[in-house]
């Protein structure tokens, strides 16, 4: 064999489809395993039925059917009452990956890169060949659409198999329902993502048909769609010069005080001839002209401005009160629920908003009975109120909570790991831009904004909970100090019965009335400890 | 006050007690129990009766106090148990009670009693709140201290002679009230701390050639061994002559057989002998008997409460400071036992019989 030339690697050497890319890489999309691979189709499919009837101003009304047809085959179908896709937009949404809406904008939705559901038509064609079929009805008295499609790999473009109009397949006067089947492993993942969506959404309905046909409804908490929220140009604070410079070269603004007013929400005039004025530059330069030395110092200037914080419409948090009902309508055995909603705050200029929710006093199948030690709290995570399933140790939201000190909130917790104790924490990030650490979004990235900010909302629920648990902690003492009375008074009564003529039961009665309305006093008797002098 | 009365005060005081507690459950008060206080701090020296004896400082036992409650369940229950002896004329041992009364609670893994450490305070406890004796309670303690002499008593009804006993003395038992004395052949009581001391006096028929009673206390004298004490030497003009180690605790258990004990101030009138005197082992005497020899090197706790002694009013005297100063001066103390460095029988040849002759007793 004689020595390749560089030649010979130029034949060899290709463009690579991006689907083609994915084909070899599923994990990258979070398809790693069967069991998670099933999930992850619930899970797309559902986050853009949430995201089209949010956007349409519908309450969601969304039925998961699940149906094992063989050892490992599954068949998932998910069903909405949203507004639809139109006939010539379904092949591309469902069968050409990175194509969507959302990419280019800042506005807070659950899909980002326009991956999610064109990656599961690729798992399923991958795993059956089976292509995946689609039915869509934008309007009462309207034909629903049917298409059956397959991704092609090499293009990245949709192939569409069969397409026709039927009647039968959506019920309601709009809406989508996609099917596809796919290898697979059913666990219960799938029902915990399903109630974790539903407590993230509290304003959805949700009916589930597990695998062995048992059915289950997740209703509304609230009757109210959250406030839609509006995309937002970048805020200044947190600028990165990649993203700066793009925008200063595209910008159709002539000066640079217009461009940050034009461009950045929160600079007003008077705010940008400061930040101008801060970075030394002139008015009189255009935006594209700036080099790099002058591009960073117009960062550091943005950076120091006192502006407003970013427009906080942009965001939609579950909100304070819903997620406390959410919580109360899917734990309603749990002693205590409270909830924080945090203000916003930025990282890299994204605004984002942290809240967190506490479920305590669940009742748990212990494993052994005799079995003291608490099992760590189950921490339920989400993004742009999307549960995240996976990869909890490597989330900054888990970083978050292991770094509060959770023995201040009366909890138990050894070392910095999780605390200990009947407890479901949720913590939820919502932003304009959630950084996940990969393409698969199972783990925030590690911001140190987010982990503080995190980390606040924790502690102003953990004050509340501590409140609780403090008051809960006297009742308990109470309770036991009164049981501990009535087992001496059995005995001081059978002694006084001896000493005296009077009856044992008699002695007995008058000490249980007694107890009785000590103990109501008892707080204030024993805390002051008086009665404790002059005893050796 | 005859057996009858006596035993009449003690039922009333515990009837008196329970109803005082009664009353206050149904007026809705916090039951208490008045206990004067046996500690150092309630501790008074009387100069002119020679006695310890209990101040006037007391406490309360609440039953609504988190700290009080159990001990005052327990009070109560040794009362009640204490009330059923009198009632039926029987008498029980103090470890008797304690497993009596015993038991766990309902619906707890909680216990009356753990231990008979906690249920022996509690008749002490009541000795002093009701100013009773816990004789007089019907509790008894295991016999310690033994006697021998040329002596005859009738207890229970049966003739004991206390010269007759062999090599093994009378066993002391915890009530000598009613024992009776029917003969007493003796000149003094010598009272020795160690049992091995009296083993070797009695062997020697010691108590026949000095004529006296002779009582072992096998370490810190039990209250039967110092209530007879007392008798022979109240009724029966006898001097009592204490020996013990050459230590600060030997010198404490001639103080206790003297004046009382700080633990048992409230009875001291009733049991000690003030009149009692030390005839040794004291540190002088190392010197004077030439027992240097034998010394044993003092420990630092050993010095520490030979210090506590000097502050005792009770050893304020100017020879017991003497001797006590000699001690943590020379650093040493010494065993009853050195005295047989000088032959087996120097003790009772030589030493006892010379030191009662010269009357060499420090008071």
Redesign the interface.
Known sequence: MGKKTAEDFAREQKEISVSEFFEKNKHLLGFDNPTKSLLMAVKEAVDNSLDACEEAGILPDIVIKIKNVKEDIYVVSVMDNGPGIVKAQIPRILGKLLYGSKFHRLKQSRGQQGIGISSVTLYSQLTTGVPTKVWSKTGNGKKIHYCELHLNTQTNEPDILKQEEVEKGIAGEHGTKIEMEMHGRYRKTVEDYIKHTSVSNPFVKLTYTAPDGTKKIFPRSVNELPRTPKTMRPHPHGMEFGTLKKLLQHTKSRTITAFLTNEFSSIGQHSARAIVKGAKLSDSQKPHELDRVQIEKLIKSMQEAKVQRPPTDCLSPIGNKELEKSLNKEYPEAEFVTSITRDPEVYRGFPFLIEVGIVYGLQEKKKKDDDERQSTIELIRFANKVPLLYQQSACALTDAVKGVDWRRYNMQQSGSNLPAGPMKLVVHICSVWVPFVSESKEAVAGYPEIIKETKLAIQDAGRKLSSFLSGKRKAGEQKR?I???D??S???A???A???D?KEKD?QK??T??VK??IHI?EE??DDNT?????? | MTTQKKMEKVDGELKKLGVKVTQEITKKENPNIEIPIRALSNVVYDKKSGQLVLGSKTSRRYYFNVAHAKKFMQTLMVASFSKQLIDHKIHASIRDMFYNLKRTLPDSHENTFDMQSESDPIIVDLEVALDVLREQLHLTTDRKGIVAGNVQIKDRGDIIDWSKLGSGGWSIPSTVDEVDFKKVDAESVIVVEKNAGFERLHEDKFWQKQKCILIGTGGQPSRGTRLLIQRLNKEHKLPVYVMTDADSYGFYIYSVIKSGSISLAHVSDRISTPTAKFIGLTISDIYEYDLKKCTIKARDVDIKRAKELLNYDWFKKPAWQKEINLMIEKGIKAEIEALSHRGLKFMSEEYLPDKLKKKKFLD
């Open positions: 100090r049981q501990m009375f087992r001496y059995g005995e001081v059978q002694a006084l001896v000493l005296t009077h002695i008058s000490l009335e007694l309305s000590r008892k008797f024993t009665e404790k002098n002059g005893e050796s």
